[in-house]
T-cell receptor, first 115, second 110 residues
Framework: GAVVSQHPSRVICKSGTSVKIECRSL??????MFWYRQFPKQSLMLMAT?????????EQGVEKDKFLINHASLTLSTLTVTSAHPEDSSFYIC???????????FGSGTQLSVL | AQSVTQPDIHITVSEGASLELRCNYS??????LFWYVQSPGQGLQLLLK??????LVQGIKGFEAEFKRSQSSFNLRKPSVHWSDAAEYFC????????FGPGTRLSVLP
């Protein structure tokens, strides 16, 4: 089946630094990618939707200057958490849809801890 | 390591029939459990979740799920399926991290 690779799986960084998370579709072309965030004991929260070659669409309340999303190719989307703060510590997961537009495939997630 | 299995890749039911989608998980403790639905070309919508308490959980759109610790299962049910329920359904588990099952596609016959 289709595979989505997300990297890194875990990152610890200092407050004020930026962190980049990569999401790659390994064997299909991902026309749309979704980025989610999950707080402890809660469900996933959709942060943004990105279509290849165009700007991401952010959900209400998500700071687009804080969470930079780039979907420059059909196999790669990146989420950059800029000037990270402890409140940005969370679990981030990406998912992708291919040209068949039928099914989501999920990355394995990234646990971000900001000290 | 935790894992989630959904044994049925594709299920077809007639409209009005009952539905059960299976989900089994592997985790050392009791995890948080979720069911999501994905309509074609769209993102996820949360149907229901289990954190603790009553093991029978009610969700949106008439869905319910039952947590059975002895079977490590969290099966999703609906007594009467509607054509609009045709979608992809994902079971997810949160223990150490968030893990999704591979999904079950539901087709509904008129």
């Amino acid at each position: 089946g289709a595979v989505v690779s997300q990297h890194p799986s875990r990152v610890i960084c200092k407050s004020g630094t930026s962190v980049k998370i990569e999401c790659r579709s390994l064997d299909f072309q991902a026309t749309t990618m979704f980025w989610y965030r999950q707080f402890p004991k809660q469900s996933l929260m959709l942060m943004a939707t990105s279509n290849e070659g165009s700007k991401a669409t952010y959900e209400q309340g998500v700071e687009k200057d804080k969470f930079l999303i780039n979907h420059a190719s059909l196999t790669l989307s990146t989420l950059t958490v800029t000037s990270a703060h402890p409140e940005d510590s969370s679990f981030y997961i990406c998912s992708a849809i291919g040209r068949s537009n039928e099914k989501l495939f999920f990355g394995s997630g990234t646990q971000l801890s900001v000290l | 390591a935790q894992s989630v299995t959904q044994p049925d890749i594709h299920i077809t039911v007639s409209e009005g029939a009952s539905l059960e989608l299976r989900c089994n998980y592997s985790y050392g403790a009791t995890p948080y459990l979720f069911w999501y639905v994905q309509s074609p070309g769209q993102g996820l919508q949360l149907l229901l979740k289990y954190f603790s308490g009553d093991t029978l959980v009610q969700g949106i759109k008439g869905f319910e799920a039952e947590f059975k610790r002895s079977q490590s299962s969290f099966n999703l049910r609906k007594p009467s399926v509607h054509w609009s329920d045709a979608a992809e359904y994902f079971c997810a588990v949160y223990g150490q991290n968030f893990v999704f099952g591979p999904g079950t596609r539901l087709s509904v016959l008129p």
